[in-house]
């Protein structure tokens, strides 16, 4: 079962015009949905085959806790869910074309308990503070050595971009010599014109990281070794083996979800205090504000700002009759912007509190990966602002993603400072 | 000062851990299911602010 034949609009719905796909850069995005919010926080667009839009603060959150009616599944005997096409991945606002799995998040209840306790396990927060963390200390100290005499560097390159590809490909056990194609594949991809020519080597890229993790998986399920990718590999549910689809999929998720999301908030959070240095000289003189300041910019600055749901059964919602197989585009962005729930949103408020953003999501299917992405978040803006204090963005070399519509952005940011001294 | 976790809601964001360290309890899978019946004095403001911060609105806070 698809979607409708005709993507005609459910009666009585608010249409709008709003094509996602084509938000070039924060800016406009965030003007776009500023604007949607405030005239509907619910509504229906053509555009991108047909959806509604959630906009607001508390029917985004709603949306997310409402799995009963909307569900992450794609449409595949093992993964019962009404998402349509199997090559479609439906937890993207507009679905991408792609056999890749991303398990747990494309799992609903109950099966989705089951195969979140994994990860929850692993990245509880005990767990990253006391496994992670001096790893994470690590590579920032290590990748800042690195260009600290030069006195100029692209920070997403050597630090952002960098620091979660180590951390995570680190932890999972793939050889270091994969790390850097790995996280570029993905950042890469992120950064990708539509319409430029090196379209099809990004695709490969990706092919080949999807393929690695495919090698690793069937290597670890054959002879497991003392690492984390073996322990996915060979994750026992009610004391069965998990599929293969299963294992790599699991994988996928680690990967594509742990490599260039806290790249996304790390570097807007560089750009702002350079943009704002009075936000900067605060954190410098007030290092007890960090906390507070790390929320305020996972606010401002969501990496993932969508995702997708599709209605499995007619459910009334927000006032509207939401029909089987209808997509729901839902904005995380939005939501943390919305003037409703937070004062002054469009501010940075470095003490914000409370902050119950919704940058990792809510309900079911918060990011498990939340607790090790602040704590590399953190540890990069502790050290730059001990170390590098004074960088500057070049901002004429500056470059936004291109595309804002799911995961925001910063392609490159070179910088200058006054060189410091290696630490290792 | 009671405070009551309705461990259900609850979605391992560990907010109130970091708002509430010396008041809030954690199992081993990063999750609250632990209400408290006598919040001393001292521990009451983290208390407050760790149900203040929680994004999915699963910790009570009952002043007695």
Known sequence: MSQHETNAPPKGAPVVDFDLSSQRGMEESNAAWAKLRSSSPIAWSNDNGGAWIVSSYDMVSEAFRNWEAFRSGRNVRTIPGPGGSPDLMPINAIPVQTTALMIPEELDPPLLQNYRRVFADLLSPRKVEAQLQPRIKYWVTKYLDDVIETGRCDIVETLTGAVPGAVVLEWLGFPECDWHRMSNAFHNMASYIPGSPNAQHLMDELEWTFQRIEEEVTAARGSPRDDVISHLANTEIEGTRIPYQFATGLLNLAVSGGVDTTTSVASAAFVHMHRHPEDRQRLIDEPGLMDRAIEEFLRLYPPARTHGRTVVEDTEFGGFLLRKNDRLIISEVSACHDEAAFANADKFVIDRFPNRHVAFGVGPHRCLGSHVARAMFKEMLMQVLERIPDYRIVEDELEEYPNWSMLGGWSRAPITFTPGTRRL | ?64
Do not use: F, W
């Open chain 2, 1 to 64: 000062m009671k405070v009551i976790v309705h461990a259900e809601k609850c979605q391992g964001h560990a907010r109130c851990l970091a708002e509430g360290p010396d008041v809030y309890v954690l199992d081993e899978l990063g999750y609250n299911s632990t209400s408290i019946d006598n919040v001393p004095a001292h521990l009451q403001e983290q208390a407050r602010r760790g149900a203040l911060a929680c994004p999915e609105l699963a910790i009570t806070i009952v002043e007695e």
